[in-house]
């Protein structure tokens, strides 16, 4: 089923909700770009279009780790909101409202839809068996649960499946079970659950996969579920559990997917009741606005099943489509934090321009429910071939005939290279609507190498000063029409664009609309990338083993600390200006802000390793680094008893 290419239709959109006990990482981003990129462009091309998302903030994982760190778990989930929040914003996620699941909102809708689909004789409670903890006192989901395989006698398997094996068990079967809470055996123990009948839903999943849009291989998967017998779904968790507690229930609260998705809802409610809007004009049976979910495959099943059947049974609207991604690995590998290949975004943020990183993800996205890969080399090749070496490179060299001309623009323009630009909107709006970024990537770039060439087999310099005025506006116009096919993809870069050209920021609409104001000088919108390489964390199985000449080699001084500051946009670092003696002044970076005020640094005597490579930062050069230790405890400058002057060698 293709979506609707029209102007003026009115769109909710949604991402998966992040889960509120660990920061962002990169996966997550990959996600947010894809969702962020379609809601831009569906803005631009004069549609309604509103993101909404929340932190998923329920389950026993945020009741562990607020207790692992002393705090409430609604003082972990505040920290997390603002963490994941402000993280987002690195990226450009623009959203139009991001909220949470533990609400006044989700609690009333959660309780609205449970008694609706009650109503409708859809739940139903039955006594099941599970492992349970003494001494937690509190029985154990299948992640806190390890043993050996019942199938292969694997040991140290999680949960219900083997990851040696492939089988799938009942939990109930692991052999050796053990609590990863309190590392001790648990027993069985009876219980009653509350479930919803999903069986009873099912005519209206298979009307909702026939009429929906979902890529074929999810439609697929999700009919093979639906074909197979429909099991209850037990929708209670016992206490203790951080959450919902079920209307009319004692010490039952409602299992994380239930509220989770219910939070989409309740995130519209609230920017609704914000901003004076109908919520029943948003999102009700006879709602006119189209509804889209982009999600993970993993979670495509809860999306697919559960929660249509939910919705039916409380005669909400069923969403218009549901847009699945793969998995994103690093350089081929998996993300793992043991390999160092767990990267957060906030810490990649600090090496490098986010949107470049949209800007990847989006030449790797398509409308495919396959994996994405981000290469570090393949990484730092694009960026600096595409958006600096083909697309801003039109600016640049067009900029420097019409800086003669007072940055004036003739009106006298080849048209024959604007409309080759122009004829390809249409094929430009479909594969934002479809989703298809990797190969709109390529058309976009096809079209800035027919610019360039233009501009090389045109050669304004050596033509007279009129004649390169008319070529050079010619293609500052052609600049001005890729930054509009672009903006939702790199919206900070072509912003910045916008403001050069002295125009603001434009829709579809204004591709056919030449430049007649003069334009400003023109300034680097982007430096090249480096090499990047991302620090892997300690293996302590392959220790890093040197000799007495290798270490002879790293020159060790002291340095004193003449100026310290906060580094604007950088939540871990400080920068440091240090008197090396003898060997003058050093600036260096160091992530020590966690630990350390700009203010109290000042003089202070450090130990720099003084003959490390300089290193090119987002924020500028390194000329060095600062030795520290640390733990869980903080972070710990290494410093020099007094009378150590600057300059002296640390042997």
């Known amino acids: 089923m293709n979506i609707p290419t029209k102007k003026n239709r009115k769109i909710l959109v949604t991402q998966a909700l992040p889960y509120a006990n660990t920061p962002l990482h990169l996966g997550h981003i990959l996600e947010a770009v894809q969702t962020d990129i379609w809601t831009r462009f569906q803005n631009i091309n004069n549609n309604e279009c509103h993101f909404f998302c929340a932190d998923d903030t329920h389950g026993t994982p945020v009741m562990l780790k607020a207790r692992e760190l002393g705090i409430s778990p609604e003082e972990l989930i505040k920290d997390v909101y603002k963490d994941h929040k402000s993280t987002y914003d690195l990226?450009?996620?623009?959203?139009?409202?991001?909220?949470?699941?533990?609400?006044?909102?989700?609690?009333?809708?959660?309780?609205?839809?449970?008694?609706?689909?009650?109503?409708?004789?859809?739940?139903?409670?039955?006594?099941?068996?599970?492992?349970?903890?003494?001494?937690?006192?509190?029985?154990?989901?299948?992640?806190?649960?390890?043993?050996?395989?019942?199938?292969?006698?694997?040991?140290?398997?999680?949960?219900?499946?083997c990851e040696k094996c492939g089988a799938s068990y009942n939990v109930l079967d692991i052999k050796d079970p053990i609590s990863t809470i309190s590392n001790s055996k648990p027993i069985k123990k009876e219980s009653e659950h509350i479930f919803f009948d999903l069986s009873k839903k099912a005519d209206v999943l298979k009307d909702f996969l026939k009429s929906s849009n979902f890529q074929e291989p999810i439609k697929n998967k999700l009919n093979e579920w639906l074909d197979d017998d429909l099991k209850k779904w037990d929708?209670?968790?016992?206490?203790?559990?951080?959450?919902?507690?079920?209307?009319?229930?004692?010490?039952?609260?409602?299992?994380?997917?239930?509220?989770?998705?219910?939070?989409?809802?309740?995130?519209?409610?609230?920017?609704?009741?914000?901003?004076?809007?109908?919520?029943?004009?948003?999102?009700?049976?006879?709602?006119?606005?189209?509804?889209?979910?982009?999600?993970?495959?993993?979670?495509?099943?809860?999306?697919?099943?559960?929660?249509?059947?939910?919705?039916?049974?409380?005669?909400?609207?069923?969403?218009?489509?549901?847009?699945?991604?793969?998995?994103?690995?690093?350089?081929?590998?998996?993300?793992?934090?043991?390999?160092?290949?767990?990267?957060?975004?906030?810490?990649?943020?600090?090496?490098?321009?986010?949107?470049?990183?949209?800007?990847?993800?989006?030449?790797?996205?398509?409308?495919?429910?396959?994996?994405?890969?981000?290469?570090?080399?393949?990484?730092?090749?694009?960026?600096?071939?595409?958006?600096?070496?083909?697309?801003?490179?039109?600016?640049?060299?067009?900029?420097?005939?019409?800086?003669?001309?007072?940055?004036n623009i003739s009106n006298d323009i080849d048209r024959s290279l604007i409309d080759k630009l122009i004829n390809e909107k249409e094929n430009i709006i479909n594969l934002y609507e479809s989703r298809n970024y990797s190969k709109l990537i390529r058309l976009i770039m096809d079209l800035a190498d027919i610019v360039n060439k233009y501009i090389n087999d045109n050669t304004p310099w050596k033509k007279d000063a009129k004649d390169a005025i008319i070529i050079s506006s010619t293609a500052?116009?052609?600049?001005?029409?890729?930054?509009?096919?672009?903006?939702?993809?790199?919206?900070?870069?072509?912003?910045?664009?916008?403001?050069?050209?002295?125009?603001?920021?434009?829709?579809?609409?204004?591709?056919?609309?030449?430049?007649?104001?003069?334009?400003?000088?023109?300034?680097?919108?982007?430096?090249?990338?480096?090499?990047?390489?991302?620090?892997?964390?300690?293996?302590?199985?392959n220790q890093n083993i040197i000799n007495i000449d290798q270490f002879s080699a790293i020159d060790l001084r002291v340095a004193k600390i003449k100026e310290a500051t906060n580094v604007e946009g950088a939540d871990k670092l400080l920068q440091l200006k240090l008197d090396v003696?003898?060997?003058?002044?050093?600036?260096?970076?160091?992530?020590?802000?966690?630990?350390?005020?700009?203010?109290?640094?000042?003089?202070?005597?450090?130990?720099?390793?003084?003959?490390?490579?300089?290193?090119?930062?987002?924020?500028?050069?390194?000329?060095?680094?600062?030795?520290?230790?640390?733990?869980?405890?903080?972070?710990y400058l290494v410093s020099p008893d007094k009378g150590a002057k600057p300059g002296m060698q640390v042997k």
């Open 91 to 161: 990226y450009g996620i623009k959203f139009t409202n991001f909220y949470t699941t533990h609400s006044d909102e989700n609690k009333k809708y959660s309780e609205y839809i449970y008694n609706e689909a009650k109503n409708n004789n859809l739940i139903s409670k039955e006594k099941i068996e599970q492992l349970f903890d003494e001494n937690e006192e509190m029985f154990l989901s299948d992640r806190f649960i390890k043993g050996s395989c019942p199938k292969c006698n694997e040991p140290e398997q999680y949960g219900d499946n």
């Open 476 to 541: 500052i116009n052609a600049f001005k029409i890729l930054t509009i096919y672009l903006s939702p993809i790199i919206p900070n870069i072509t912003s910045e664009a916008f403001k050069f050209l002295n125009i603001t920021d434009c829709s579809f609409d204004d591709i056919n609309n030449d430049l007649t104001e003069q334009i400003n000088n023109y300034k680097p919108l982007l430096n090249r990338l480096e090499p990047l390489i991302i620090p892997e964390e300690d293996d302590m199985d």
């Open 235 to 407: 929708i209670s968790r016992d206490a203790p559990y951080f959450g919902f507690e079920i209307p009319g229930e004692k010490d039952k609260y409602f299992y994380v997917w239930v509220d989770a998705p219910i939070g989409y809802i309740a995130s519209i409610a609230n920017w609704a009741q914000k901003n004076d809007k109908d919520m029943s004009e948003l999102w009700s049976d006879n709602s006119k606005y189209e509804i889209y979910h982009f999600i993970g495959k993993d979670i495509s099943y809860f999306h697919g099943l559960f929660w249509p059947a939910l919705l039916s049974s409380a005669n909400f609207k069923l969403p218009d489509g549901i847009f699945v991604h793969g998995f994103l690995t690093i350089n081929g590998e998996k993300m793992s934090k043991s390999r160092g290949t767990g990267i957060l975004a906030r810490d990649f943020a600090e090496i490098c321009n986010p949107e470049t990183l949209r800007y990847y993800f989006a030449a790797k996205l398509n409308n495919k429910v396959e994996d994405i890969d981000l290469n570090f080399e393949d990484y730092v090749q694009r960026i600096n071939s595409d958006i600096i070496g083909k697309y801003l490179n039109i600016a640049s060299r067009s900029a420097s005939f019409l800086k003669k001309n007072k940055n």
């Open 581 to 635: 003696g003898e060997f003058g002044e050093r600036n260096v970076f160091a992530g020590i802000k966690s630990a350390y005020k700009a203010e109290d640094l000042k003089d202070r005597l450090v130990v720099l390793v003084n003959n490390l490579e300089p290193r090119k930062m987002k924020f500028g050069i390194s000329e060095g680094m600062v030795l520290a230790s640390s733990n869980d405890d903080g972070i």
